[in-house]
């Protein structure tokens, strides 16, 4: 028999009651598959078991269920939902004895309905009962329609309750496995409650609109001028209408739950259309639009679920290589949360160019969008946004997804501590392990109610309508991520919030809120505001992310012959570490064009190759480069001596243990180091030729870990081979095409 992992499906004798689109497919995919066993298979229609069997998708069957229960091994039950008593109660009658050890599964598209029905025909729920459903389906219907491919990279629902047996779950799940399904297990009541939104409500519409238009006197006319959008939307209301009303009927109350939604959704709709609110109008339609393609990405990753499997995409990196040219590297994504969050709450339109398209940017447009915002674009970088005002946001219609941005997750909990609604943030799988306590405590000082998961990691539920007052905080460990939170705090706080910092970080929030007209004053350490006041619109240009550009910035460095320029990059001096310690480790570096931009430095940065030398890291320059030390610990490698790298803790509690992930790495290649608990010895190699080896790397899913050592690629003598890369497009979208332009030897492939 199958095991729990099983994909090879070994019944000698299955059944499938109903041979009609979905259990005709079903034998089809099997046959096509080179299932061994025999498929019979019952349906009232006489005419279509013979279709079946001339088809060559089944082997035999008939009208009369009892007499082919002889000797079957699995039962799927594939009539309409309505039917589906009077077939469990036959069941109970031919299998006698063999009902709790006879698999027993379905295809209904309503699954309560169905567990119901089966308590009431077997008196309990029998052991061997696995209730199913496959996503997939066709307008078409009759065995004559039968595709074996209809279930291939497509979904199969199973809702195991509390009574199934794991030999039957296995046993069914090599069934849908066997058609290449990708099968996913869910709580009855709840499978119910998303299939009425993602499928029933559509149909329910589609059939709707085709009527309301059908019985109008120009429906000639109308019909006739369909464009594409309107076939393609209605083209589901040619199912089958028993089915459909079937379907309905058996999951009325949860139909009726999305229907409610919906028809509130169209209310407020309406009365935009109405009052001529565009706002009101883009707002709805952008929303939607985004939704659709950002969820639609993540999901075909399968990155949105933290439960869903991740996609491994694996860096191949080619040694040596060479580093020229002119390039710009996206924009600062610290500026760009920062750019939306505030726009958002400002009155007025704000204008944003230079904002960086990562996956986690757009978590957060797409997370404001749901509080009611109107975004325009991004398009080529540009993104427009018709602020709310300080108490203008609605509370988001479920939690909040933030993708796998530490940032963004801080900085909303600040934000939305303040707001009159209860709001709850998640995030990816890699971002639920990351501790969100250093937030919460010092929010619920402030009089905030935040829930967390163990040790204080996410989902974070934000008890909305609490009186929010400032307070004086010492940060135990530098971050400005915590210190941002507690000022978007204070903005919604009585009387003054007060920031104390052991060490200096960046100043992004504080610079972005004058510019935006809301005082921020600055004393030594210590930063604050005093809550109450308004934010203005304005235009705001973002940076390069120096960031970004330390992984160029590194690989001319190390490389002989190399001359390249990074165009417009943000220097901020909250941020300028690691242009200081690779100053101090004798690179050529010069800046030039230095300007301001919307309150924030930049500069254009040319980096010629120079023989590097090991340093003791100055401990003022940790908090200034603490994200960059993975692209630095690759330049220690490349530099004649030791650098020695202390006071470094926070990297221990970034996507990775930076610290371990990094010396795990370099352990691959081959370069002597020693790994203490706030730091790394590392020993570098000489000044021409290659200084280490290659081999295959984890990189923990962490983005900065991937490109740190395809940068090292430049100088090893043979192939490195990075997995988990997948989350580079997080923070640096064209990663690898931007590498690729100015003589990195990188490809990209998806495992």
Known sequence: MATQEATRLEEPRLLIVGLGLIGGSLAAALKARGFRGEI?????????????????IIDGGGTELEPLLAGVSLVVLAVPVLAMESVLSALRQGLGERLDTTPITDVGSSKVAIRDAARRAFGRLPPSLVLGHPIAGSEKSGVAAANPDLYCRHKVILTPTAETAAEAVAQVRALWRACEAEVLEMPVERHDQVLARTSHLPHLLAFSLVDTLARQDERLEIFRYAAGGFRDFTRIAGSDPVMWRDIFTANRTAVLAALDDFEAGLARLRRAVSDGDGDAMLATFDRASHARHYFDTLLNQTRYYPTMEHNNVRYRVAPGGQVAGRIRVPGDKSISHRSIMLGALAEGVTEVKGFLEGEDSLATLQAFREMGVAIEGPHQGRVTIHGVGMHGLKAPAGPLYVGNSGTAMRLFAGLLAGQAFDSELTGDASLTKRPMGRVADPLRLMGAEIDTAEGGRPPLRIHGGKALKGITYDMPMASAQVKSCLLLAGLYAEGETRVREPAPTRDHTERMLNGFGYAVERDGDTCWLSGGGKLGAGPIDVPSDISSATFFLVAAAITPGSDLVLEHVGINPTRIGVIN????????????????????????IRVRYAPLKGIDIPVEQVPLAIDEFPSLFIAAANAEGITRLRGAEELRVKESDRIQAMADGLAVLGVEHTVVADGIDIVGGKPQGANYGGGRIDSMGDHRIAMAFTVAGLRASAPIEIDDCANVATSFPGFVELAGRVGLRVDEEGA
Do not use: K, W
């Open 40 to 56: 019979l298979a019952c349906d009232r229609d006489a005419d279509e078991i013979a279709r079946g069997v001339a088809m060559g």
């Open 581 to 604: 310690i690779l100053t101090l480790m004798g690179a050529d570096l010069e800046l030039s064009n230095q300007r301001e931009v919307g309150g924030e430095p930049v500069a254009d």
